[in-house]
């Protein structure tokens, strides 16, 4: 099968969910080899999850490797090209399903021996620590504006040309930076396939006692960073970083 940047989206994806949500995972279920290790494995883990993730869309045909719809909008709004939105999103979302039924398999045993459904419903999908709409919403968008943008720092050419093989571990050193910082507040999801893929998955699969897949907050995780993506791709448009 031949490399393509639709099949590099996806791939990539799975394979950042997959460890994304699998560090999550191996954090909060119980009878875990890391179970209550702690925000910063869960940091660490997705940061690394990232870096892999970016490596892997790359090898698989996806030289941008986006890996999250948020990301394909903002670079969309900021050079005025709206070609990779329905091919990107669409390979990102089933990518990101995938990664979750991947985690739910490796994570098999531990699901029945962990009685709280929103632990169970933390590995797959974000939530807030005080849940207020206005805060989630703006929390959500300031996250992604700060990938947004440093995104397009880490690629600037004021820069110059980075070492081959540099950018995917910027790019984690980034997300690594943004969760330290702000995910606190929201859990971080800056990206619609990353929190509303899995989540659906959290609706189908047959998960021992795993109680309401939160839909009424589910809407804060796409919006909010759809929103931050515009106003990054507008910042970016406006002057050319």
């Known amino acids: 099968m031949h490399t393509s940047p639709f099949l590099g989206e996806l791939i990539g994806t799975m394979v950042l969910i997959l460890l994304g949500d ?14 209550n290790s702690g925000w910063i494995v ?8 990232v870096t892999m993730g970016v490596f892997v869309s790359k090898a698989f045909g996806s030289l941008d490797a986006h890996l999250n719809p948020a990301v394909t909008v903002a670079f969309a709004v900021a050079t005025n090209d709206y070609s990779n939105l329905v091919p990107f ?3 990102q979302m089933l990518g990101a399903f995938l ?38 919403l703006l929390g959500e968008a300031i996250a992604t504006l700060v ?21 995917p571990y910027l790019v984690g050193v980034l997300v690594w930076s943004i969760g330290l910082s702000l995910g606190g507040t929201t859990g971080y999801a800056m990206s619609p396939a990353r929190d509303l893929a899995p989540r659906i998955a959290h609706a189908l699969l047959p998960i021992p006692g795993k109680g309401s897949s939160d839909w009424g907050y589910a809407w804060i ?20 970083l």
């Open 22 to 35: 699998g560090v999550v995972a191996n954090v909060v279920l119980k009878q875990t080899k890391g179970h």
């Open 147 to 167: 990938l947004i943008l440093g995104l397009a720092g880490i690629s600037s050419k004021a820069l110059g040309v980075l070492a081959t093989g540099v950018g």
């Open 221 to 240: 995780p796409v919006v909010g960073p759809i929103i931050g993506a515009i106003l990054g791709g507008l910042l970016i448009r406006a002057y050319t």
């Open 99 to 136: 990664g979750a039924i991947l985690v739910y398999v490796t994570y098999l045993p531990h699901w029945k021996v962990t009685p709280d459904p929103f632990d169970k419903l933390a590995v797959f999908s974000t939530g807030p620590a005080i849940r207020q709409v206005g805060p989630n």
């Open 42 to 49: 869960i940091t660490t883990g997705w940061a690394f999850a």
């Open 89 to 91: 999103i669409t390979a």
